[in-house]
């Protein structure tokens, strides 16, 4: 009768052994939260890369195409009516009647005017502070009217910033 008690009692025991303990299922809980939490960092951070890449991406394509705009309308210049550090109004020789305004506003927009009050944003949610138009070989002489523009924009937007610069000759300024 001993001996039955004792193969019970080790038969009990090796049952029992086939699960997990609560100590041994919080471990291993533990250990794959540690892994999980490092998998996500790890995530987060290529993430955030890629974002910040397509941010610099979609500022650039914004830059690009404005400054495109404004070199190719300015290099037609035909008259200069204003000239400032913050705005380049002009006609020019495709219509003679049609005024044309870039300006850098004290709110940090870049803005085209075309005509008589159509305002047309030429690129939105980009802040252009520190922006600014410069002129050279200006002089009181009508015969030597203003030879180049220079228009050097800083685009920002979502903490990534970048400068872009056109150097443009009017036809105003270019030798007859």
Known sequence: MEI???KKHFSDKSNRSNGFTLIELIVAMVIVGVIASLLVLYMMGSTEAFNRVQSRKSLIIDA?????????????TYKIITASSASFQFTTTL??????DYEINNDGTFTRKLGAGNKELVSG?????NSYFNYYDVHDN???PIRRIRLSL???RNSESTRFTADISPETGREQ
Do not use: H
């Open 4 to 6: 039955k008690k004792i």
């Open 64 to 76: 690009t195409s404005s400054l495109r705009k404004f070199t190719r309308e300015a290099g037609l």
């Open 95 to 100: 219509d003679t009647n049609l005024i044309i």
């Open 125 to 129: 949610g980009i802040d252009f502070n």
């Open 142 to 144: 009508v015969a030597t």
């Open 154 to 156: 800083l685009f920002s």
